[in-house]
């Protein structure tokens, strides 16, 4: 018999100076890594800080996430954000890789959690809102767990 243990629920041990440095990393960092940043900038900084980066850049914030965060939370992704590479973070403390399987970028931290976020590019608002509230509320999970 073997012990059960709540990986979903537990509570990592992040070893830094001041607040934990949280990386949202996808491949290109044009739509769910950059609503991650958003959100985790809103709804966790008393806790950690948020950047997102990737591998590859696109040379803008997928428009559909910039209009519909703009329109849910009032947050212009365009005036506080702009596509990086993961050369262009501080080392993160905790890594969240959105979903991009095979092609996950390789980044490494003291805690890392892979949320599996289907890409809502191309799809309707309706795909894209409910992208986004699963991100905030793996946003505030995170919180939850690193308070």
């Known amino acids: 018999m073997g012990i059960s243990y709540d990986y979903k629920n537990c509570k990592p041990e992040i070893r830094c100076a001041g607040k934990p ?10 739509c769910r890594s950059q609503i991650a940043e958003a959100l985790g900038r809103k ?25 519909l965060m703009k329109q ?3 947050i212009d992704m365009e005036q506080t ?3 990086k590479l993961i050369s262009e973070i501080p ?5 969240v890789f959105m979903g991009c ?9 003291q805690y890392a959690e892979n949320w599996e976020l289907d890409d809502p590019s191309g799809q309707s608002d309706e795909v ?20």
């Open 21 to 30: 440095k949280v990386a949202f990393v996808c491949v290109h960092n044009s």
């Open 43 to 67: 709804l966790a900084s008393d806790v950690f800080e948020s950047y997102s980066a990737g591998t590859e850049l696109k040379d803008h914030i997928n428009p559909d996430a910039v209009r």
């Open 72 to 74: 849910v939370y009032g």
């Open 81 to 83: 954000q702009h596509n």
């Open 91 to 95: 080392a993160p403390d905790v890594v």
């Open 101 to 109: 399987n095979v092609s996950c970028p390789n980044l490494a931290g």
């Open 128 to 147: 894209f809102l409910d992208t986004i509230h699963q991100i905030e509320e793996k946003v505030i999970q995170l919180k939850m767990k690193l308070s």
